[in-house]
């Protein structure tokens, strides 16, 4: 039997559709309706139903798709551990929020690597419903999603139709980051009406929500607002627009002075913070090295507040 061919049926049950299947394995949809349907008669059995709404799996085809994707997922492992041998590269993949906490223990865990050895890694910052389809479809190792507590048994349900495992890192209360020189420097915990007119500094993707249409809309209240899509920009704009603020997860002292900030306490909701992984992949010696350097960087955090 050819493996491909359970390649392409996960990839049309995934997407419940022959010509986004098609679409996303750039291939032909009449090569890919052919090599479905020699599956089939190979295996003796109708893997989907056909309808002018699309493919479904018949109870033969779930029994066959949970071997299926089992097989691929050893073969993966396979070759990932032949690649490991034949390069001694040092293979490591990750998708995280734009955060930097996250990205500093990124960094102490990748200053731990032999810089005499090949290097194979990445890191991917971008929104927690991208990191869940990038883990979900093999692009990265790990992810790290992070989401409003409020919105966790909905994206846990979510997290399970994708076939992801998680791990809880830990919880938190937003903060607000000012420059040193701004109005509200002496008040040591400010509520909502202390930003009342105000311009918030946003990340983009800053609070997404685990729907991929936008059923739950996102809305702190803001009405003067300018979005920067990475951490730098958003700090240089504190430090440089005058009254300007940005909610953010608690940040280092060395953040802090770099950018001439100051971090103030902030009655908001509880967020959480989320490891993620295929289901059935069991963490290495390294994933758990990289987890370690994340608990570090979030402590020292921790202790820069007190």
Not at 43 to 64: N, Q, Y
Not at 118 to 132: K, Y
Not at 233 to 255: A, D, H, N
Request: glycine content about 4%.
């Amino acid at each position: 039997m050819n493996t491909l061919y359970l390649k392409y049926a996960v990839e049309v049950e995934r997407t419940g559709s022959i010509s986004q299947a098609a679409e996303n394995l750039f291939m032909a949809q009449p090569n890919l309706s052919k090599a479905i349907k020699e599956l089939e008669t190979d295996l003796g059995i109708a893997i989907f139903e056909r309808s002018s709404r699309g493919v479904h799996l018949t109870p033969k085809g779930r029994e066959f798709l949970n071997y299926a994707e089992n097989i691929l997922e050893q073969l993966d492992k396979m070759e990932k551990l032949s690649k490991e041998s034949e390069s001694a590269s040092q293979i490591f993949s990750v998708s995280i929020p734009r955060d930097s906490c996250i990205l500093d223990g990124t960094a102490r865990f990748f200053s731990g690597f032999d810089i005499e050895k090949e290097i194979d890694a990445a890191v991917c910052e971008t929104s927690s419903i991208q990191t869940i389809s990038n883990v979900s479809e093999g692009k990265f190792r790990l992810g790290i999603i992070r989401y409003r507590i409020s919105f966790e048994n909905c994206l846990l349900d979510y997290i399970a139709e994708k076939k992801l495992e998680t791990m809880p890192l830990w919880e938190y209360k937003n903060v607000i980051l000012i420059s040193q020189d701004h109005f509200l420097k002496e008040k040591e915990t400010l509520c909502r009406s202390d930003l009342d007119g105000l311009i918030e500094i946003s990340y983009g993707y800053s609070t997404p929500t685990y729907l991929s249409v936008g059923k739950v809309q996102a809305d702190n209240g803001a009405r003067r607002r300018i979005v920067a899509y990475d951490r730098s920009s958003c700090f240089e704009l504190l430090s440089e627009v005058r009254g300007t603020y940005t909610r953010s997860s608690p940040v280092s002292e060395k953040i802090l002075k770099r950018y001439s900030l100051l971090q103030r306490e902030f009655m908001d909701e509880i967020y959480a913070d989320r490891l993620v992984f295929r289901k059935g992949y069991k963490l290495s010696e390294t994933d758990k090295l990289f987890i370690e350097n994340i608990y570090s960087a979030k402590i020292d955090v921790e202790n820069s507040k007190k």
